[in-house]
Nanobody, 130 residues
Framework: QVQLLESGPGLVKPSQTLSLTCTIS??????????WGWIRQPPGKGLEWMGV???????YYSPSLKSRTSISRDTSRNQFSLQLSSMTPEDTAVYHC??????????????????????WGQGTQVTVSS
């Protein structure tokens, strides 16, 4: 059984950089054609796709967050991480890690549909407040 577990600070101060880690069990982060990424949901709002890192280490980011986002991986620990800089209260949200396969010939297509993902973490609450 594949499980994704998010970890990181629950409280971040404005202007700081958020660092979250997703630990994968039951599957390998290098599994061919899978992309591993982050989706968040602010309170009272819909899901927002943030970005992914694929089986080959390539990254794809939301255009609206690209300047502040970095996704990396540690294959030895079977983990991938999110860094989001210049945090503001508007970044307060539940952050989920998730994974789905894709066709590299067509390129990665972002999705916020839960049913499109094979694996989905339970999420971690991040609050931005001074």
């Amino acid at each position: 059984q594949v499980q994704l577990l998010e970890s990181g600070p629950g409280l971040v101060k404005p202007s700081q950089t958020l660092s979250l880690t997703c630990t994968i069990s039951g599957a390998s982060i290098t599994t061919t054609y899978y992309a591993w990424g982050w989706i968040r949901q602010p309170p009272g709002k819909g899901l927002e796709w943030m970005g992914v890192i694929d089986y080959d280490g390539n990254t794809y980011y939301s255009p609206s967050l690209k300047s502040r986002t970095s996704i990396s991986r540690d294959t030895s620990r079977n983990q991938f991480s999110l860094q989001l800089s210049s945090m503001t209260p508007e970044d307060t949200a539940v952050y989920h890690c998730a994974a789905r396969p894709f066709n590299p010939l067509r390129g990665y297509r972002p999705s916020t549909c839960h049913g499109h993902y094979d694996y989905w973490g339970q999420g971690t609450q991040v609050t931005v407040s001074s």
